[in-house]
């Protein structure tokens, strides 16, 4: 199979002029690049985005209307994180690369693999963690799913594409320790494990060079060190000079943005210029060999020269799927007694804020999709509780950004949860006020958010509520976290939902009525309060020079909070259940530096449930400082009442390793390590040490 790739590339190839060579390696359309007519070669077909195949554009930026292009909306990246369930990120896959080859694409922009660094990153929602170990786990399956439809997969962005403010403008620092254990994990796990056929290099500077520019983060590490084979495409007009032919950026994508309405896209800079280039000797006409190579072995790779699979599209099981994320991302941040509500004794229930009533799929940037249908949690109460239960709603806030007047709203939704047998209060962020592409939204491409505070005057709204209702339910939806200190003592029972898909509401119903166990647990850390996160303490977001300077290095979310003992509002890593998880009998045993441990899990309470195990290490004693906790193993397993399971885990050398900046290399240092196993990274059941 490899030599008939091979031998299919090298053919082509040889009979190619350089100009039809340079036609590949730039764009022609804003979705696609070049393909060579005369020889067969067809163009490649890219489409946006890590969660759902977005609406048609033809061959320019104006959508395309009345063509079947509403799709399965799954769950964004946060919530996928949260399902802590890498059999979920190849089930995410599979429809995705599904959907994406009946469109007729070949690339999938996604997954987004983007650390989570700062809350204000107004695109957190596209991306998966916080933690390397949990994003590499999550996306080797997605990653798998995709191209196992005949549709590549594009890692990105590579690289520390932490912001949206200025990102294209910003240069990042950062040490190579920070670089190698939390930035690139999830990359290298994308190449190496997932086999992704494409990496999309970031809009950002780093070391002072553009990510799309970048021998050191290309060339060297990427093609060299993590072995990729497959193409390097720019983030939309990430190239920004024809210094990126000399390195290995194959693809030059979306630089029409700068040029107006009547793109010629021979002025890319990766076009006529790069003929001349080669003409004049700058560049060796094997430079664009190499690209054009690998651009043309991912065609193959996807069948774009025989035999291709045919996908699916808006399937009952794509909707199983995006429905079973949801239930599994849904994250109980905390539960003093109101949840679950039982739908018998409940004949009346209050539903505030415009949040419950608000679709999310189509807005928040180039990740907006027309979904096939968005049930929203007003919705999703609705089918769930049919007429049994009467359901009375105020929208307590309007999605606008100001400073507005809700003193009546607010009145309204007094009244509707006072009398109410339950109420549950839905709010948070939103990703745009309409569907538009990005309308200076909060969770969105292109914007921060200013602050953790809840938006549109939800914070005096909810002290309203919980103070006419003390057992009103919060439930936020997002991409991030919200500072909730003037209100959390206050509020009985708060459930984290993100932005759910298009069975987000159904999911969130089925959890608040207790139909579904919750099992989701938190991605990253919520902090109290925005200082408190060290992107925002340690470190500058990003000082007057555009530097990004992580001088928090290795110490991003809870490598840092716990390390520096600050209290989180909620920890990495948790999220309640209905019943209750006990951990027994652990055991480690080690075979040279391979590492087994066992740890028995009992559902000790009445309902059935999942709960996810977490294994962390703990260097005792390190020539580098190290943080006091890393993840380096989970498993999710579904118990019923009083049922118990004994869980393994592998750890090996990568698990006890540290990267030194100095030796260039990760190290083992031979001593002592403790192995901490708990429901969450604040809640360690068991311990053990072992030595090495
Ligand atoms: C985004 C990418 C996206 C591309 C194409 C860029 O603005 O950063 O994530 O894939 O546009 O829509």
Redesign the pocket.
């Known amino acids: 199979m490899a030599s008939d790739v091979d031998a299919k590339v090298d053919s082509l190839l040889s009979q190619m002029t350089l100009e039809e060579k340079v036609g590949m390696i730039h764009a022609n359309t804003p979705f696609t690049s070049g393909g060579v007519e005369r020889l067969g070669i067809p163009e490649l077909i890219m489409s946006?985005?890590p969660h759902g195949v977005r609406h048609e554009h033809g061959r320019d930026w104006v959508k395309d209307e009345g063509v079947y292009d509403s799709s399965t909306y799954l769950p964004v990246g946060t919530a996928l994180g949260a399902t802590w369930n890498p059999e979920l990120g190849y089930k995410f896959g599979q429809v995705l690369g599904s959907e994406a080859n009946f469109r007729g694409k070949d690339v999938i922009?996604g997954p987004g693999l983007n650390i989570i660094r700062s809350p204000l990153n107004g695109r957190n929602f596209e991306y998966i963690t916080e933690d390397p170990y949990l994003n590499s786990r999550m996306v080797v399956g997605y990653i798998k799913g995709v191209q196992e439809n005949d549709v590549a997969a594009s890692a990105?962005?590579y690289i520390a594409n932490t912001l949206e403010y200025d990102r294209e403008y910003v240069n990042v620092e950062m040490s190579d320790r920070a670089l190698r254990e939390i930035y690139l994990p999830g990359f290298k796990a994308a190449v190496q494990e997932g086999g992704a056929l494409t990496v999309?290099a970031a809009?950002n500077k780093f070391r002072g060079v553009y990510c799309a520019h970048s021998g050191f983060l290309l060339d060297e590490i990427l093609k060299g060190e993590l072995g990729f084979k497959g193409l390097v495409m720019s983030?939309?007009a990430a190239v920004k000079s024809a210094d990126a032919v000399s390195v290995g950026m194959d693809v030059e994508m979306?630089t029409d943005l700068l040029q107006g309405e009547n793109v010629d896209y021979n002025k890319f800079h990766m076009a006529d210029t790069a003929i001349s280039m080669v003409k004049n000797g700058i560049v060796a006409e094997s430079v664009i060999d190499e690209k054009v190579r690998r651009i043309l072995t991912v065609m193959a790779k996807i069948g774009k020269f025989g035999e291709r699979k045919k996908g699916e599209y808006n399937t009952k099981e794509h909707q199983a799927v995006a429905r079973r994320i949801a239930d599994e991302a849904i994250v109980l941040l905390k539960n003093e007694g109101a949840l679950p509500l039982l739908q018998e004794g409940i004949k009346t229930l209050a539903v505030v804020g415009a949040n419950a009533d608000h679709r999310h799929a189509g807005a928040g940037?180039?990740s907006q999709v027309k979904a096939y249908y968005e049930v929203t949690p007003l919705a999703g109460l609705k089918n769930l509780l049919g007429d049994k239960t009467q359901i009375s709603y105020a929208r307590g806030y309007e999605i606008v950004k100001g400073e507005p007047d809700n003193a009546e709203l607010i009145k309204e939704a007094i009244e509707t949860v006072k009398g109410a047998d339950a109420a549950i209060y839905v709010g948070g962020w939103v990703h745009g006020y309409t569907d538009q592409w990005n309308d200076n939204a909060y969770d969105a491409?292109v914007v921060d958010k200013p602050d953790m505070m809840l938006p549109f005057g939800q914070e005096e709204l909810i002290k309203a509520v919980l103070k006419a209702n003390p057992n009103t339910v919060i439930v936020l939806v997002g991409g991030g976290p919200i500072d909730m200190r003037g209100w959390k003592s206050e509020a009985k029972s708060i459930v984290q939902a993100w932005y759910g898909g298009m069975e987000g509401g159904n999911a969130l119903a089925d959890m608040l009525f207790g139909k579904v166990n919750p099992s989701g647990k938190l991605p990253f850390t919520f902090p109290e309060k925005l200082e408190d996160s060290p992107a925002h303490s340690v470190a500058q977001y990003p000082d007057e020079n555009l530097l990004i300077d992580h001088k928090e290095g290795i110490f991003v979310g809870y490598r840092y909070f716990d390390t520096y003992e600050v209290e989180p509002a909620f920890a990495f890593g948790h999220g309640l259940s209905y019943t209750t998880f006990e951990y027994s009998d652990l055991q480690i045993a080690k075979d040279g530096n391979q590492v087994s441990v066992s740890v028995t899990v009992t559902n000790s309470g009445e309902v059935a449930g999942a709960e996810v195990i977490q294994v962390y290490v703990k260097d005792q004693e390190s020539r580098l400082e190290r943080p006091v906790k890393e993840l380096k193993g989970f498993d999710k397993v579904m118990l019923d009442s009083e049922e118990s399971s004994t869980i393994s885990f592998r750890l090996n050398e990568d698990s006890f390793s540290y990267y030194d900046d100095e030796q260039r290399k990760w190290v083992l240092e031979p001593g002592k390590f403790t192995v901490l196993v708990g429901s969450s990274s604040r809640d360690i059941r068991l311990k053990g040490t072992l030595e090495l």
């Open positions: 946006d985005g922009l990105k962005h999309m809009y983030d939309w979306g940037g180039s491409e």
